[in-house]
Every structure is written in structure tokens, then in C-alpha cells.
């Protein structure tokens, strides 16, 4: 019998450590270690002990997953590790203003099949051809701005 209340306890003791050291492996061994207790129960206690210990083990399982789940997100220890701050920042310029390069004349430096690079006003720029390809030296229109790269099309 006190084997099979050490495996449940060590069992929910790593069930609840899987917050916070992540990877599933606790957990896993948790679960595992209280398998091995209702294991133990069915042999040392008969199947009326082995049924019991099932229950007690589901209901410690169900218990501690509403702890980690619903009870614990809403606590105060949760919110000490939560972030609560928004960085509305980007993580580079943009690469130029729409209406600076949208309707103006690109040269291609490079072969565009479909991306490569061009030039605007002397600023090189990487784009993609919409038409597919378009050889070195072409001249082009702008005609959009995605993230990174200009839309070039043949005119």
C-alpha cells in the first residue's frame, strides 16, 4: 500500500512540474509512475483495491490537470510570470514608402525570374516580376509593395 501512495504522490509531484520545466518528459514519467501504482495495487491488493486505486489515480489526474489549466492561469503567481507589456515596434524599417516607388521606372540590375533586384531613384531594392521574367537591364513599373520587395511588372 505504500508503494502505491509514494507512486501517486511522485507521479502528481512531476505532473506538476511539467508547468514549468516544458518538454512532456515529466509529465510522461509522472503518468507513467501512476500507472506503475495502480499496477502495483492490482497485484498487491486484489482487483476491489486495483478498481479503487484506478479511481483515486483518475481523479488525481483530473484534479491536477484543472489546477494547471484553468486554477493556475487565473492566480496570482501567473500573473507574476505573464507578461502584460505590448512592443509595438518592428523588428526592421520598412522598406520604403508606397508612394515613393509605387508607378515609378525600375531598371533590373539582374535577371527577375521572378525575383531579383532593381533600381529606383538609385536605390536598389529587391522585387519580384509578375509577369515571371524579365532580363537584365529591362525597364520597369512598380506596382506594389509587399514586405520585403517591390512588385515590378513589364510595361
Do not use: N
Request: with cysteine; proline share 4%; net charge negative.
Amino acid at each position: 500500500m505504500t508503494l502505491v501512495i509514494l507512486l501517486f504522490v511522485f507521479g502528481v509531484i512531476l505532473l506538476a512540474l511539467e508547468i514549468v520545466v516544458p518538454g512532456a518528459i515529466l509529465g510522461t514519467i509522472g503518468g507513467l509512475m501512476m500507472l506503475g501504482g495502480v499496477v502495483v495495487a492490482f497485484m498487491q491488493l486484489g482487483s476491489t483495491g486495483g478498481v479503487i486505486a484506478t479511481l483515486v489515480a483518475l481523479i488525481l489526474l483530473a484534479a491536477t490537470i484543472y489546477l494547471e489549466l484553468v486554477w493556475l492561469p487565473h492566480s496570482r503567481m501567473a500573473k507574476q510570470f505573464s507578461m502584460d507589456t505590448t512592443i509595438d515596434s518592428t523588428s526592421q524599417p520598412p522598406l520604403a514608402l508606397e508612394a515613393d516607388v509605387v508607378g515609378r521606372e525600375a531598371v533590373a540590375l539582374s535577371v527577375l525570374a521572378p525575383t531579383g533586384f532593381v533600381r529606383v531613384d538609385g536605390r536598389r531594392y529587391e522585387a519580384f516580376c509578375q509577369s515571371g521574367y524579365a532580363s537584365s537591364g529591362a525597364t520597369l513599373k512598380v506596382v506594389g509593395l509587399d514586405t520585403f520587395r517591390l512588385i515590378v511588372t513589364q510595361p
